[in-house]
Structures are given as C-alpha cells and as structure tokens.
C-alpha cells in the first residue's frame, strides 16, 4: 500500500477537497503509474454529485489519466518504469465472456470495473479515479502513450475522445463523408476535430451563434 494525495467529494453536496487514499502495491500483472494529468469528464460531476444514484462515498473521479509508469509487477512485459502510459474508463473486467474475448471488454457481461465508483473484483472494495497523484491498474487496462505527446491534451482523449473516435471509425468516415456533430461541448469538439482529420466535411449544429467562430478555429 502506498499513500496517495487525492481530491474527494465526501457526499453529494460537497466540494472536492483534498483526501488521502490508500493505492495497492503492484501485484504481478499490475502497472503503478505517477498521474500527470486527468482529463475533467462530465461523468466525473454526475458521480460526485449522485445524479446518477450509486456513488459511493468518499468519491474520487478521474477517468483520463495520464501518467509515468513508477513500477510494474514481476509479470509485466508490456510496461516498464519511465513509460508514459494511460488509463481510461475502466479498470477490469472478466476476460471470459463473449464480450471480452472480442476485445469488447467495456460490455462484459459479467460487469466491467468502471475506474471510479466500480466494485474491485478481488473484493477489496470500490474503485478511485484520477484525481489524485497515482494509480495502480492491471495492465491489460493501461494504454502506451507516445512520449512526443502534449500530454495535457492527450489526456481528455481517453474517455470524450474514444467515445467520439469510435463511432466515426464504425461507420467508416473519410474523404466524401459529411458529418454533422451536435453540440460544441467536451465531445462535440472532439468530433469535430475527428472527423475534419479524418477528411469529412464537418457541419456543426448548435443553439449559441457565439460557437460559430470557435468551431471554425477548433476545425482547423
Ligand atoms: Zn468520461
Ligand atoms: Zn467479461
């Protein structure tokens, strides 16, 4: 175990706040990894504040993390210390269902461990995110990251940036394609900055005339 700093809602009405968190010693598969950055998801909010019910209490979100591999356990190949790496939404899964033998492990069947507010599956209790100065995770759920990378805004691509890249690469989207994104929020931009490197012709649909400039910078 090894102490971290973290930043905690300790109930639904509270601010974040500066909280102590225990973070496991590496087991033979797992990656410790120094956070560098974390991206600010609006899932990060819904939690914190249970709009979405479940939130488990002290709450540490954070699910855009990038950061420096400080140690890796005695199995791991994949990892060494001094890699940058990241972790995104989550953290585990079964590995045995359909779902996640198709590389589809964010569907497992048997639950998938979100990286905050997820149940641990050795038991050992409810999963902290990444707002805090480290984390260790099985690295079967931790990613490479180019070092050449501006990190602070790789990190934002781990949740709102997959979440838009999937559906474009799904359908295919290149030269030829028009798409229309909706909303210039956290994702929308990533969409829209998606799909013009990816060749479409981006049309962006908004309520605020006032994004009109910025979505024009942003597509460039
Ligand atoms: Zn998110
Ligand atoms: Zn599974």
Not at 72 to 93: N, P, Q
Request: proline share 4%; glycine share 12%.
């Amino acid at each position: 175990m090894a102490s971290t700093k973290s930043y905690a809602a300790q109930s639904a009405t509270a601010s974040l706040a500066p909280w102590t968190i225990d973070r496991r010693a590496p087991k033979p598969h797992d990656v410790q990894i120094e956070i560098l950055y974390c991206g600010v998801c609006h899932s990060d909010l819904h939690t914190a504040r249970n709009e979405w019910g479940g939130t488990l209490y002290p709450c540490v979100p954070g699910h855009e993390i990038v950061g420096r591999v400080t140690a890796v356990g005695d199995h791991v190949k994949k990892y060494k210390v001094g890699d940058i790496a990241g972790v995104g939404c989550l953290v585990d899964s079964c590995r045995e269902c359909d779902n996640c033998k198709n590389d589809l492990e964010q569907f497992c069947s048997n639950g998938m461990v979100g990286t905050y507010n997820g149940q641990e599956k050795d038991g050992s209790g409810y999963t902290l995110g990444g707002y805090s100065k480290s984390i260790t995770v099985h690295e079967d759920f931790v990613l490479h990251i180019a070092d050449n990378l501006p990190l602070e805004a790789v990190a934002p691509l781990l949740c709102a940036g997959i979440t838009t890249y999937s559906p474009l690469r799904h359908w295919k989207i290149g030269k030829g394609h028009k798409v229309g994104v909706l909303g210039l929020g956290g994702l929308g931009h990533m969409g829209v900055k998606l799909a013009v490197a990816m060749g479409a012709e981006v049309t962006m649909l908004s309520h605020s005339a006032s994004k009109e400039t910025v979505s024009k910078i942003k597509s460039k």
